[in-house]
């Protein structure tokens, strides 16, 4: 069973914001939150990770709620090439990485 | 760059066939993993190693054997493939398991048994 809840799809325009929302109340302590992207036809990318404080890389920002039980990534000025599914997922002590089916996401001109 | 490779990108095999999927990943790894993708399931974890010759067990290792020959290669088998093992593999690597370390995934295998 997934650990994360997210929306299944949203649609955006070109040069908007997205926030990409994720629910995961039972994390624990020591459970990073992940956040990957995946197109069709290839294997999942890295998008971003974080603990407990916000972070932003050339990806995107990923807010994460002071009770640690939701978190956002919000992607900034989005293209056509955004267009992708992402999904939420979590990463603690054990190698058993859980994807859900993500939030397809929905770009257009 | 970090490298996952994976082949052959496309199988199809007979119910009862032999099938092996290898992966290769040239990111001096410890951490290598075997996933399938399935509508419905996301992605769920079938076998991972944290080096040559270790094998661990993942969330549904029914029907598959893993093997490590090096820290570069981790191959999957389907000694009996039946049609409910058709599905997308995916192959990762990371440095370790626990939180800190990205997955890095290969192009997939796309695996239909007839």
């Known amino acids: 069973d997934a650990k994360t809840t997210q929306p299944d799809s949203m649609e955006s325009t070109e040069g908007e914001t997205v926030h990409l929302p994720c629910s995961h109340a039972?994390?624990?302590?020591?459970?990073?939150i992940y956040w990957y992207r995946q197109v069709p036809l290839q294997g999942p990318e890295y998008v971003t990770h974080?603990?407990?404080q916000n972070t932003t890389n050339s990806m995107a920002f990923l807010a994460i709620a002071s009770d640690r039980k939701s978190s956002t990534l919000i992607l900034t000025h989005v293209s056509l090439r955004d267009a992708a599914v992402y999904h939420c997922?979590?990463?603690?002590?054990?190698?058993?990485?859980?994807f859900g089916e993500g939030t397809k996401l929905t770009v257009s001109s | 760059e970090a490298a996952v490779t994976q082949s052959p990108r496309n199988k199809v095999t007979v119910t009862g066939g032999n099938v092996t999927l290898s992966c290769r990943q040239t990111?001096?790894?410890?951490?290598m993993y075997w996933y399938r993708q399935d509508t419905g399931h996301g992605l769920r974890l079938i076998h991972y190693?944290?080096?040559?010759?270790?094998?661990q067990i993942g969330d549904v290792p029914d029907g598959y054997k893993a093997t490590r020959t090096t820290q570069e290669d981790f191959f999957l088998l389907l000694e009996l493939a039946s049609p409910s093992q058709t599905s997308l593999y995916f192959c990762?690597?990371?440095?370790?398991?626990?939180?800190?370390?990205?997955?890095?995934f290969g192009p997939g295998t796309r695996l239909t048994v007839l």
């Open positions: 190693s944290y080096g040559a010759g270790n094998l």
């Open positions: 990762a690597s990371s440095d370790a398991h626990w939180g800190g370390y990205e997955q890095y």
């Open positions: 997922t979590l990463q603690g002590g054990s190698a058993k990485l859980i």
């Open positions: 990111n001096s790894h410890n951490y």
């Open positions: 039972t994390i624990s302590g020591n459970e990073y």
């Open positions: 974080g603990l407990q």
